[in-house]
């Protein structure tokens, strides 16, 4: 069904050939907002993409193009570990959660257009579903933004980026690729469009055997005085996903866009290597039907926009259809703002109404989440900016807190090759409890309707520094501290009865965050050193159980986290080499721990011209010096492993 409609959209496309308005700054206070965005160094350029406008005070990153590049073939989880000192939790079975600054996957929500992509049952999306070559660029928000963003945003939001390009003519991208145990991707992208109407298709398919070899220490061969090789069996990934936008531009001022976002991703539940030769396999099928439109218009200097959107998630366990586990979700939004010379104020409402069919809820149960928001952006000085964002939500049988945040980004510091700027921020973030915290009723878990939600207050203090001499060398380097007190803290706990959802915790994370890169540029030559790094402190400080170790580090919580990465741009070469730590984690509460790993990857792709097209031949090799690790307490990861690609844009 998928794939039938995903081509006919794609013919609709070919052959039927956003509100927030856009300051413009000086190149002075461009390069200023070093702190708010991502700066990108081109020869001599240096570009300032908004995140957005109305956050101020946090961190924000994005990817360079030969990061992105390097990642294609893989999925989001790839592209976060390897450049961002953020903690992704993962198996090799295709199963894979974002953390960031100390909190569980559910704190971390994951945003194309007007869409939360987090499941409405579990509160995480699975992020090895996500592939990267889909995406134009994906945005991180460190550290809470419910004000701006929703329930959900306690550790930090990504945004999946789509742009909207009204490039006149058709061109055409493809990519196949080939790697170690059976893996293999294609993907295809089309553009077309007369100026005004734009058709934007976008085709990936991922499919990987995973059989690959490790040592298998759940058993021992005492004859041998050895730990045995062993090969991971059901634990295949399937993957397919199809994104497409129509969009239409009467003017600079007016226009409407479009998405639709189809997905069907099948993974074998990896066993752990005590259940690897176990013949049983555990299919995992998650199918989805993502769609947004939106119209947006400036009329009199007042930007407005109208978004509309719906949202399928069906969730199938060991292919037993009848236990169906799936949400609908009808989401419409407006909002309006406009800009006068110091000030620029926004407002807008938004709803989504949430419709499950799950097997085990007991009851008949539908939920209306509506929200009001309203953001200032203030500007006393050229020198500095101030913002105040407010949010209320109103839940079907649920109480939801007031949720404001303060930013501000103050340059320190200027003079014709480099700036010093501080920011900072105060904000209240919350979580509604997911559905299944709620509502499940079987299989010995039982949910509480009685739940509070998540709440938290974050802090935020930040230095950037931006250096550029010329075209030869620019710097620049962040560093970030931050301090997350979260109250009610949800977990699901045993009892006498089986499992349960309560709040029983009290959690304080805190930590420091680094982040720099330096550009060189000497003849045809580019070189690019960049580093993060984290500390992250994340305990309890408060227990309902007896049973929980206050005063220490959470579980799946590396204290530290950090990568390294060079890259090199030679005429038509492009080389990279990366590392990443991962520090020590403990996977229970009563001394249980994995080991802290590193990993180091190799990079290589040549450029080519063909008349008008470019052809990229690419190889990389990951884990390059084989290390054996786990990620997750008794599963394997694949040790040194290779793969080669193409990629051919006319």
């Known amino acids: 069904m998928y794939i039938k409609l995903g081509i006919c959209l794609v013919i609709i496309g070919l052959y039927s050939f956003q509100l ?47 990061q992105k590049q390097t990642t294609e073939a893989g999925n989001l989880s790839d592209l976060i570990s390897r450049y961002q000192p953020i903690y992704v939790k993962s198996d090799a079975g295709g199963l894979s959660s974002i953390r960031v600054r100390g909190t569980s996957d559910n704190h971390t929500s994951v945003k194309l257009r007007g869409l939360e992509i987090n499941s409405q049952t579990l509160g995480s999306y699975n992020s090895s579903n996500a592939p990267v070559f889909l995406f134009d660029q994906v945005e991180l928000t460190y550290g809470s933004s419910t004000a701006t963003k929703g329930s959900g945003s306690i550790g930090g939001n990504v945004n999946l980026g789509l742009e909207n390009k009204y490039n006149a003519g058709v061109n055409s991208e493809v990519k196949l690729s080939a790697g170690s145990f059976g893996e293999y ?21 991922y499919e990987k055997e995973n059989n690959f070899p490790f040592t298998n220490t759940s058993s021992y061969d005492f004859e041998k005085q050895e730990f045995p090789r062993d090969t991971q069996k059901n634990a295949r990934i399937e993957n397919l996903n199809f994104i497409q936008q129509l969009n239409y531009k009467w003017n600079k001022d007016k226009s409407i866009s479009s998405v639709i976002w189809l997905a069907k991703n099948r993974h074998e539940g990896q066993p752990n290597m005590n259940e690897n030769q176990n013949p049983n396999t555990r299919y995992l099928e998650d199918e989805n ?50 800009e006068y010379n110091k000030i620029s104020v926004k407002a807008g409402m938004r709803n989504v109404y949430i419709k499950p069919d799950v097997y085990a809820y007991d009851e008949n149960i539908d939920e209306n989440r509506f929200s009001v928001f309203a953001s200032l952006l203030y500007k006393p000085y050229p020198w500095l900016k101030t913002t105040l964002n407010l949010r209320q939500q109103v839940v079907t049988e649920f109480n939801a807190p007031f949720t404001p945040s303060i930013g501000f ?129 994340a305990e309890r400080k408060e227990s309902e159980l007896e049973t929980d170790k206050l005063n220490e580090q959470i579980e799946y919580v590396p204290i530290y986290n ?12 492009d080389v990279g080499i990366d590392g990443s730590y991962v520090g020590e984690r403990k996977y229970n509460q009563v001394g249980g721990k994995l080991d802290a790993f590193k990993l180091v990857n190799l990079s290589c792709a040549y450029n ?43």
């Not at 973030?429 to 709440?455: C, H, M, V």
């Not at 052809?615 to 394997?636: F, M």
């Open 20 to 66: 927030f308005g856009q300051d413009t700054f000086s190149e002075e206070e461009s390069l200023f907002l070093a702190g708010l965005d991502t700066v990108y160094i081109d020869n001599v350029d240096v570009v300032s993409k908004k995140i957005n406008l109305y956050e101020v005070g946090g961190k924000k990153e994005t990817f360079t193009p030969m």
């Open 409 to 537: 980004d103050a340059r320190l510091w200027y003079n014709s090759q480099s700036i010093i700027s501080v920011l900072g921020s105060l904000q209240r973030a919350y979580r509604i409890p997911t559905l299944n915290d709620r509502f499940w009723g079987q299989d010995g878990y039982t949910g509480n309707k009685n739940i509070s939600p998540e709440d938290a207050t974050s802090y935020e203090l930040g230095f950037n520094y931006l250096y550029a001499l010329d075209d030869k060398w620019v710097a620049n380097a962040k560093i970030n501290a931050f301090y997350m007190d979260v109250d009610n803290w949800l977990m699901w706990i045993q009892g006498t009865n089986g499992w349960y959802a309560e709040n029983i915790a009290h959690v304080i994370s805190n930590g420091v965050e680094f982040s720099g890169s330096l550009t060189r540029n000497y003849g045809q030559h580019k070189t690019t050193l960049g580093g993060n790094f984290s500390y992250n402190s």
């Open 185 to 205: 991707m294609a993907g295809a992208k089309v553009f077309a469009s007369n100026g005004k109407f734009e058709s934007i298709s976008r085709l990936a398919y």
């Open 562 to 573: 950090g990568n390294l990465y060079i890259q090199h741009h030679y005429k038509k070469w």
């Open 289 to 338: 039907i993502r769609t947004w439109v939106q119209f947006d218009n400036i009329t009199n200097g007042i930007n407005y926009y109208i978004g509309a959107g719906y949202v399928f998630d069906n969730a199938i366990d060991y292919n037993n259809k009848a236990q169906k586990i799936a949400t609908q979700r009808i989401i419409a939004e407006t909002g309006a703002s406009k």
């Open 608 to 650: 080519m011209n063909i008349n008008k097209n470019k052809l990229t031949i690419s190889a990389n090799i990951n884990n390059l010096l084989s290390k054996e690790y786990q990620n997750q307490y008794n599963y394997a990861m694949p040790e040194i492993n290779y793969r080669i690609g193409i990629n051919y844009t006319f």
